[in-house]
């Protein structure tokens, strides 16, 4: 069996799940997309006389069942990369980070187009995190088309699929156009897709113009959608679980209800970002317990309703990389991991989301690693009964040579990277007594002076290129810059911070 986790009782799971489908078709949402409301209501939804879109319950009952349990997600060159469904569960770097908190300096400044090639290249190489995201945003573009930048990036710079999403309510199709260069056409790419897109709920049971335009997009274009409702517990959805749980299932719903009626068979995945409204300092801790319980409630509701999931944890709300940051970010991982989330969003995020860390990123990767590594299959390996390995200890007084141990220990024992510290105090005194960030900062160097640069038919990217600069007000406007990767090289440890902080030298 594999390890789990569930917090709610089925017969409740049940009662929340009966109280949003009520609420939908009693009090339904406000659709600021014109066009999804006209296919809303060609499809057989009402609107009240204020203009809300109410959502019969037979209409959501219906597109939950049309609704897959699971898809695939494909790389840049078409093989399969992750099944996201069941209990399988992916970490991904978080999303809609507005800064850098740059491992060279110490200092959090605004993100350039290197900053996001080199996270890019960094992530390439983590094999704990099975496909990317566009973690934050770029300050050197146009705006209106910097979200194409960034998959820009991402598809020149790693092979592996992408969780993004547009900023804007015509950027999906500029998206999806460059998308399919990597694929026989349109169709293709509906076959073998290689991207999610978050689609978020507004709040306050609303959906806007852009998020209506952007579902309409994807779907129509085959592009899988995570919906992510933002559910503040206590300013906006109750402060109570269950409360809080019905507010976001409701949320979700509509957005799953949507997809399926512009094209049953979607893939949708029922997500969140969860957090509590923290009332003497007015913040949003993610990170926040309560939130973490809610992610784990909405998970199970989806689970009973046969969907895959997401959600946004193995992250932190402090703000370097320290003993908040790694409890946050491992108790979390587990609680994802232990009840089955599908696509995990939140390596490398710091500061409520606002921040993104290259050192957390491969930090993070280690912690993941040793989260994925609890919950799989517990079996029985040749150990029961257990005489013969009774009879081994006693005649050589240890197990280490055993047969038994030296068949098992390389996939039994989860041996993470140098950057998690397991050696004794001597050797890690020897090594420079560094503490836990200044060795991840070391191991960002590391990768990126190891990272070989991804080749690119030349002919495809200035179509890439094409296609990002039809969106642009100045389509003659220099592009940033961003230089190739330099040859790989023995990578030298760069200058790691150092902080006004005693450390203890003598052991």
């Not at 990170?287 to 689970?303: G, P, R, S």
């Not at 992250?315 to 908040?324: E, I, P, V, W, Y």
């Not at 989860?414 to 560094?434: H, Q, V």
């Amino acid at each position: 069996m594999r390890p789990g986790l569930n917090i709610l009782e089925p017969a409740l799971i049940g009662r929340i799940v009966d109280e949003a489908k009520r609420v939908l078709a009693e009090h339904g949402f406000e659709i600021r997309g014109a066009e999804m409301r006209r296919r809303l209501l060609e499809a057989g939804l009402t609107q009240r006389d204020d203009g809300r879109i109410l959502f019969p319950r037979d209409i959501v009952e219906a597109a939950i069942a049309s609704a897959p349990a699971s898809f695939q997600l494909f790389d840049r060159g078409g093989q399969p990369r992750a099944d996201i469904g069941e209990d399988r569960v992916h970490f991904i770097p978080g999303s809609s980070g507005l800064k850098m908190l740059d491992h060279r300096t110490g200092e959090t400044r605004g993100a350039t187009s290197l900053d996001f090639a080199e996270y890019i290249r960094l992530g390439d190489g983590l094999a704990n995190i099975p496909y990317l995201a566009t973690a934050f945003s770029t300050g050197d573009l146009e705006p209106q088309v910097s979200d194409a930048w960034r998959l820009y990036l991402c598809l020149t710079n790693s092979t592996k699929p992408v969780v993004s999403g547009a900023f804007t309510e015509d950027g999906v199709p500029r998206m999806a156009e460059m998308m399919a260069l990597f694929r026989d056409g349109a169709d293709d790419l509906r076959a073998r897709p290689m991207s999610i897109f978050t689609i978020t709920a507004t709040g306050n049971f609303r959906y806007s113009e852009d998020s209506c335009q952007n579902l309409i997009d994807c779907v129509e274009a085959g592009i899988p959608v995570e919906i992510v409702p933002v559910t503040l517990m206590g300013l906006i959805a109750p402060v109570t679980l269950v409360g809080a749980t019905v507010f976001h299932t409701i949320d979700v719903l509509a957005g799953i209800t949507m997809a399926q009626v512009i094209r049953p068979g979607a893939p949708v995945l029922f997500g969140g970002a969860p957090a509590t409204f923290h009332m003497k300092i007015a913040s949003s801790p993610m990170a926040a317990i309560e939130a973490l319980q809610l992610d784990v409630a909405y998970v199970a509701v989806a689970k009973s309703l046969g969907l895959p999931t997401q959600s946004y944890m193995a992250l932190s709300d402090a703000k370097t990389l320290d003993a908040q940051a790694g409890a946050e970010t491992f108790g979390s991982a587990l609680l994802a991991a232990l009840a089955g989330v599908n696509s995990v969003s939140g390596p490398g995020m710091l500061d409520f989301l606002l921040v993104f860390s290259l050192p957390k990123l491969v930090f993070d990767d280690a912690m993941c690693g040793q989260v994925l590594h609890f919950v799989r299959e517990v079996r029985e390996l040749n150990d029961l009964p257990v005489h013969e390995l009774i009879d081994q200890l006693m005649a050589d007084q240890h197990l280490i040579m055993a047969p038994h141990t030296t068949e098992h220990w390389p996939s039994e024992l989860f041996l993470p990277s140098t950057l998690i510290d397991r050696d004794n105090r001597e050797a890690w005194l020897r090594a420079g007594g560094k503490e836990i960030d200044e060795r991840a900062t070391d191991e960002v160097n590391r990768r990126l002076a190891a990272y070989r640069q991804l080749e690119t038919d030349p002919v495809l990217d200035a179509e890439l290129l094409r296609i990002i600069r039809s969106g642009m007000d100045d389509p003659d406007a220099v592009l940033p810059v961003v230089p190739p990767a330099p040859e790989p090289a023995v990578a030298e440890a760069g200058p790691a911070r150092r902080h006004n902080r005693r450390r203890e030298r003598a052991g």
